[in-house]
């Protein structure tokens, strides 16, 4: 059974729990050269928000958070010495790899699903899900990219899931990397990758910076001169621990191999 981080940090989404932390720092005195974000680790959704009107089954599904995703980053973030902040709200209350602006930072429909608490929003509300959710996790995203700068070359790299069929389209890819202007990290990472005759390499698949899922590395790593990547695991592959391990190890050794553009192997 998939547990997500709400279920570690506060034990579930019972009404009367309180809510953790939103960014939740793992491994914060690694000393490797990366920095992981995943921030779409939990379907936690404060109580205030009454579940969003969703059932405890929505909200184990994708549209509340990325199954599998913590898992994977934690074990990359194990192998590489890595510090990896992870978000600890659902991103149906905001989604914090989106900028606030867009129209989809609180989405009205996930896949085929209305989310009934996000209809009808105040201005207020949506400023107070930006203030209490979104600042603060990049807040601990870029505290964390600075601190690795402090130690010399870095690089951010984020860790995703997604769903093996959307909307009744099956998708194929076994994994995906997804890139923008930078590919320093994702054209080794993909040859890499393709050097398992089993495995089915999405490049840019299944989605796109142009879908607008590159907000956080853009915005802490690209547009600050560092090499970023995203990675996104079909998360039916993601079902146990052990999977999630192995994907973890099979990425942190790909990475260990390829090191930073420009530089030596990662510490």
């Not at 939740?24 to 379907?43: F, P």
Request: glycine share 8%; charged share 25%.
């Amino acid at each position: 059974m998939l547990e997500s981080l709400a279920e570690r940090a506060a034990g579930g989404t019972s009404e009367g729990e309180t809510q953790p932390e939103t960014a939740i720092l793992d491994n914060g005195r690694g000393r490797g050269a990366y920095v992981l974000v995943c921030e779409h680790a939990s379907n936690f959704v404060p109580a205030r928000y009454g579940k969003l009107g969703l059932s405890d089954a929505d909200l184990q599904r994708h549209i509340a958070w990325d199954p599998g995703a913590l898992g994977v980053a934690r074990a990359m973030a194990r192998e590489l010495d890595a510090p990896l902040v992870s978000c600890a709200v659902s991103r149906l209350v905001i989604d914090c790899n989106r900028d606030p602006s867009v129209f989809d930072a609180i989405t009205l429909k996930s896949e085929d699903t209305v989310i009934p608490g996000n209809v009808d929003l105040s201005e207020v509300e949506r400023a107070r899900r930006v203030h209490e959710v979104y600042e603060p996790f990049h807040a601990g995203v870029a505290a964390a990219v600075v601190a690795k700068r402090l130690d010399g070359p870095a690089a951010v790299i984020g860790i995703h899931s997604f769903t093996p069929v959307y909307n009744g389209t099956q998708r194929p890819w076994h994994v995906g990397i997804l890139f923008d202007r930078d590919e320093s990290l994702s054209a080794p990472m993909i040859t890499a990758l393709r050097e398992d005759p089993d495995l089915v390499v999405g490049v840019n698949e299944p989605y796109s910076p142009g879908d607008r899922v590159y907000h956080t590395l853009d915005r802490h790593g690209q547009s600050q001169g560092l090499p970023s990547v995203m990675i996104e695991i079909r998360n039916d592959l993601l079902a146990t621990p052990k999977q999630q391990e192995e994907w973890g190890m099979k990425l942190a050794t790909i990475l260990k191999q390829i090191g930073l553009p420009g530089g030596d192997s990662p510490k």
